[in-house]
């Protein structure tokens, strides 16, 4: 008989806790304020301030959607709370904007980032590289990763060896052509190797210190193991 007592006494027991768990858990939810807030990177605060602070966890968690969905820039964000000290963590992975695309197909202008990410935002300091696009862009989408993989060691050689780039063309039978600040056309093609080409322009730029080659226009690199210039 007590035994039954005592197992009934244990059943009350955890019901009346899970109930006072729901409850404390919910009220948390519910009207918890999120006082302080800690971002990474720091430039991202104010930004993150506008969604997290000051919010319960629940409103924080619907917020995140909204922010993400929002700040097209921002590739991921980790919350991390510290309810102890009312404050909230925000690890911020952001993109950042390397060139515009114009789509000449359908006069529109887009954004590329370096995630490879083609996005319609409102962005424009004037100092991004100019792409031109005879194919069609589509926005939210992923830049081909042809296309990605050479952009990628065309903006590092520029980087690296202070080779200016001020345009570069997509054409549709999806060739590239790129201007230095002399108005040279360098063209490439992303189908073919592409560390080759790119070593192809790093040879012909070394030969070019030496030799003098007056007036060229034009260097097509896109033939294997060969350099073509006028």
Request: charged share 30%; hydrophobic share 40%.
């Amino acid at each position: 008989m007590k035994k039954k007592r005592k197992n009934k006494f244990s059943k009350i027991f955890n019901f009346l806790f899970y109930i006072s768990l729901t409850i404390i858990l919910l009220y948390s939810l519910l009207f918890f304020k999120i006082t302080k807030i800690q971002v990474d990177p720091p430039e991202i605060e104010k930004l993150a301030e506008k969604y997290f602070l000051n919010k319960s966890p629940l409103i924080v968690i619907l917020n995140l959607k909204k922010f993400l969905k929002e700040n097209k820039e921002i590739i991921s964000a980790e919350l991390i709370p510290d309810f102890w000290n009312r404050k909230l963590i925000v690890k911020i992975k952001k993109s950042e904007i390397i060139a515009q695309i114009y789509d000449k197909r359908n006069n529109k202008i887009f954004y590329l980032d370096n995630y490879g990410r083609i996005l319609d935002i409102n962005f424009d300091d004037g100092k991004k590289i100019k792409i031109v696009s005879y194919k069609s862009i589509k926005n939210n989408s992923l830049l081909n990763p042809k296309l990605t993989k050479l952009f990628s060691l065309l903006f590092e050689f520029s980087n690296f060896y202070n080779f200016p780039i001020k345009e570069i063309t997509i054409y549709s039978n999806f060739d590239l052509s790129f201007l230095d600040k002399n108005n040279r056309i360098y063209l490439l093609d992303p189908n073919k190797d592409i560390e080759e080409q790119i070593k192809k322009l790093y040879i012909f730029l070394q030969y070019e210190k030496k030799k003098s080659l007056g007036s060229i226009k034009r260097i097509d690199l896109r033939i294997p193991k060969k350099i073509y210039f006028k």
